[in-house]
């Protein structure tokens, strides 16, 4: 996208076409605006279609052009944080919908995949979260034992069953969750646009909003070249924010993270690695993750920006950590790369702000965006036509807030990376 391989790398080769859209030329009206086409966006177009509402969709860039085109394609379960703590943040009552919202959340999207055919590489045969020594241990089975007693459906594998699931020796274990899956996520962006068209949503690309002025009948919200009059607004713009508004812009920590992506492996390498197909996510304080695509790629991935001094060091960091990882692999060319911004909040929580009367915004998945991206979306229509109050929402309504020391942080985060990557944390 915007002819840089590195923006959405192997999703852009892979993914289905994108369906027709067009630049907004002129001055129109629909009954919902929805500002940004990532997974909240069209998520919430769809549901809007589907209760025969017109939905009028403006993207800045490309349909998938933010997160929800860059990412690993991992469909969890759940937070980042433990469910427990979420319950401790959000109290019991707000806390315990949050966890049975996100624990159903695959399930919602693989449903979606299958209600509506989307071509996208759906897979749900659980993801593994696995152990970096014995704290990464003592980490999963507290997870485990937490979702356990919440009823979920996760096994804790010993590290002889991680061995065989992953086809390496590194780690000491492993939470298997079989909630959840992958996906090719930029064809699934591509995918809930498509089913949001067929259902009579619009979506207008190349077209940054600029404003929201009052107008009779709601809002007038202004791109460079047209405008959309509508009674009720939603930004799903996330963590790519641009040009609309400065406080959604500046609220959120920006966490690089990129991945990298072989050519196909052989039939012989494909039945020694991953040869159940799950995702992976370690412990590590510097995490990474892995997966294989369709075709039988193996994608890998770390916090890290590839640009400037970074784009050497996370590569070099790559071929090491996975030629030990998979001695097999030491010769391995990538094919792909591409990196992208996570959003995170101070509490690891997603944000629910009504901006104005009558335009409201769910951001900060904290890199758990397919799952929660999809169900807030749902949410967010929802909301806009009445068929639910704010008040039975999983997350409290907040003023948009200023986030202490965000540059210092994101700062940290992107050279932290590059320091941890060049001396050789483990994996
Ligand atoms: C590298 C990476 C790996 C990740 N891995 C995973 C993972 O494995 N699993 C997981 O669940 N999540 C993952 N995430 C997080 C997930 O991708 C995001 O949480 C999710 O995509 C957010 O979706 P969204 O629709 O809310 O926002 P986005 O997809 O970011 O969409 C926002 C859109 O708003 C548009 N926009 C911004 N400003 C304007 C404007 N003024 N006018 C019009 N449009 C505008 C942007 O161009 C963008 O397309 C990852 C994220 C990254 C970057």
């Known amino acids: 996208m915007q002819n840089d391989p590195r923006t959405h790398g192997l999703w852009e080769v892979s993914a289905p076409p994108v369906p027709p859209t067009e630049v907004l030329t002129d001055n129109i009206t629909a009954d919902v605006v929805i500002i940004g086409a990532g997974f909240t966006g069209l998520s919430a177009a769809l549901h809007l279609a589907e209760d025969k509402q017109h939905a009028v969709v403006l993207e800045a860039g490309e349909i998938g052009f933010g997160g929800s085109g860059r990412n690993v394609g991992l469909v969890n379960a759940g937070m980042w944080i433990k469910p427990f703590d979420l319950c401790n943040t959000l ?32 897979l749900n045969n659980g993801t593994l979260h696995c152990a970096v020594g014995q704290s990464g241990l003592r980490e999963v089975t507290e997870r485990a034992r937490q979702w356990r007693s919440l009823g979920a459906s996760v096994e804790l594998l010993d590290a002889k069953s991680t061995r065989e ?3 390496t020796g590194t780690y000491s274990g492993a939470l298997l969750d079989r909630r959840a899956g992958t996906i090719q996520p ?11 068209i067929a259902g009579g949503a619009t979506v207008h690309t190349s077209s940054p909003v600029v404003s929201a002025e009052p107008a009779p009948g709601g809002w007038k919200i202004k791109t ?27 609220e959120l920590v920006r966490l690089p993270y990129f991945n990298v992506a072989t050519r196909r492996l052989s039939d012989s390498l494909l039945a020694s690695i991953l040869p159940e197909r799950q995702g992976l996510w370690n412990t590590s304080a510097v995490l990474s993750s892995m997966r294989l695509d369709a075709e039988g790629r193996l994608i890998f991935g770390s916090v890290g920006a590839l640009r400037g001094t970074g784009k050497q060091i996370h590569r070099n960091w790559a071929r090491r950590a996975l030629s030990k990882l998979f001695p097999q692999l030491s010769d391995v060319e990538f094919e792909h790369e591409w990196y992208g911004w996570i959003g995170m909040t101070p509490d690891s929580l997603p944000r629910f702000h009504r901006l104005e009367q009558n335009i409201i915004s769910i951001s900060g998945y904290n890199g758990r965006g397919i799952g929660a991206g999809t169900s807030f979306g749902r949410d967010l229509a929802r909301l806009v036509t009445g068929r639910m109050t704010e008040a039975e929402l999983s997350l409290p309504l907040s003023e948009v807030a200023n986030t202490q020391f965000r540059v210092a942080k994101e700062s940290f985060y992107e050279i932290g990376s590059q320091v941890a990557h060049m001396v050789g944390h483990r994996f």
């Open 91 to 122: 109290g019991d009552t707000l806390g315990r919908r949050l966890i049975d919202q996100l624990s159903d959340a695959p399930a919602m999207v693989f449903e979606l995949v299958e209600k509506y055919g989307m071509a996208c590489e759906a």
């Open 165 to 167: 699931k992953v086809g």
């Open 186 to 196: 930029l064809a699934y962006a591509r995918a809930l646009a498509r089913a949001a």
């Open 224 to 250: 460079s070249r047209g405008s959309v009059t509508a009674s009720r607004v939603i930004v799903a713009t996330n963590t790519y924010s641009n040009g609309f508004s400065q406080a959604l812009q500046t």
